[in-house]
């Protein structure tokens, strides 16, 4: 259902992979709110294609670029400036990559080299786009900036292994540059704190499949999809929520401020003696 909360907005959408990405469906569900869109992705991935079928879907031009290479970011965003015609209303980065994770390194004997590339491209990157926006002036004042995080910059998920210094520093980028761009412009930039969800990113965890059981079995709500973070976001680039910034907000179905659950607290009791007995 659309309330055309969107209506008039500009936006660009990083990080849609694939039809899982949440991404995606963020695409999706700003175009039916009325969004016009510029989708983007390392040229890498869109060599796999993916996503002509959604910026078919969504009506948008699709401009590649490296979120780690300043001149791609200066590319991207007078392109799509020439496309709006006029400035830009709301940025979703939905990017993350370990090569750590990825190669199997335990967080105990992590390459270094490979963390520079995954603290550049997942947590930096978030302040590379705005600061290419800032420079070039490119965000209309009241817009908005959502970056999408995970609970393991709080609380430990060993097996979440570096990304969770990524995503701690990607938070902190999220608070500090979300003051200096409040006070210039009125722009609110926001961390989302995002269930475990299957895309590809969230597949490439250890152990992930186990993981989103428990997280399901911990949430009160259960685990959030991808398709009703793709709705927080919206509300987020909406007029409705312009006084949100520099927050780090969850939308995991109440995992974050859950103790323990019953469900979890049943898996772990041994059967009782003779409970398989019939009386
Ligand atoms: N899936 C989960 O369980 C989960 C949970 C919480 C937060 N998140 C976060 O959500 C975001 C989106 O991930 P997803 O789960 O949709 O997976 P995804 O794999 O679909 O998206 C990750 C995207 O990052 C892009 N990317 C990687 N390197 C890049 C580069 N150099 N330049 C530009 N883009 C680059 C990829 O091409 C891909 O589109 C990530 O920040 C991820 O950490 C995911």
Redesign the pocket.
Known sequence: MSNNLLAGKKGII?????E?????KTALACHAQGAQLVL???P??LRMGEINKLAEAVNAPVIG????NMDDLKKLFEEAQAHFGGKIDFIL?????SLNVRKGKHYTEIDYEWNKKTLD??SM?LHRVLRTAWDMDALNEWGSVV????IAAQRVFPDYNE?ADA?AL?ESVARSFGYHYGVKKKVRINTI???????????G?KG?DAF?DYAEKMSPLGNAS?DDCANYCVTLFSDMTRFVTMQNLFHDGGFSLTGVSEAVVNSMKEPAEGANTIA
Request: net charge positive; charged share 10%.
């Open positions: 990083f990080g849609a992979l694939d899982k990405s949440i991404a995606w983007t992705n390392a890498v991935a670029a490296d979120v780690t980065h939905s990017i993350g990559m491209i997942s990157s970056a999408l995080t995970y990304m995503k990607l704190s995002q269930s475990p969800t299957r895309t590809t990113a969230g597949s965890v992930f989103i991808a």
